[in-house]
């Protein structure tokens, strides 16, 4: 019987780290990131400018330090960051897709792979992607 539960244990845990994922293993379509780009330039770059460089209060994007400040984070916490905080005028204006879109711009621009699935809007999917600054 202790035999049986255990092996539940291990495939239960077994499927759970199937269904994590990391922004290194391709989570967003280039095609998703182009249309990203063009929401950006038209909603993100007058504050976060045009290089994601950030201007005046509002933070980089891109480098390092954005990627230290996400780091062992989950992509649903950047996504829900966006979706409610963003655009600073307009809070939580854009749609789940604009901001999908937005978000695998980004992640394009930071030098993580794209893949052939688009970033889903889900939470709950969104969850399970961890942010990685660096190639586990």
């Known amino acids: 019987m202790k035999i049986a539960s255990g092996l539940v244990l291990l495939l239960a845990i077994s499927a759970e780290a199937q269904q994590s994922a990391s922004v290194w293993d391709g989570v967003y379509t280039p095609e998703q990131a182009t249309r990203g780009k063009a929401v950006y330039g038209k909603e993100c770059a007058s504050c976060h400018g045009a290089g994601l460089d950030g201007s005046g209060t509002a933070p980089p994007l ?48 930071n030098g993580f792979p794209a893949g052939s699935k688009e970033l889903p809007t889900d939470a709950a999917v969104l969850q399970k992607i961890r942010f990685e600054a660096a190639r586990p």
């Open 62 to 109: 891109a480098g390092a330090d954005f990627k230290s400040d996400w780091n062992g984070q989950t992509v649903d916490d950047l996504f829900e960051k966006m979706q409610t905080t963003m655009p600073g005028d307009q809070p939580g204006r854009l749609s789940r897709k604009q901001n999908a879109d937005i978000l695998a711009f980004l992640l394009m621009s």
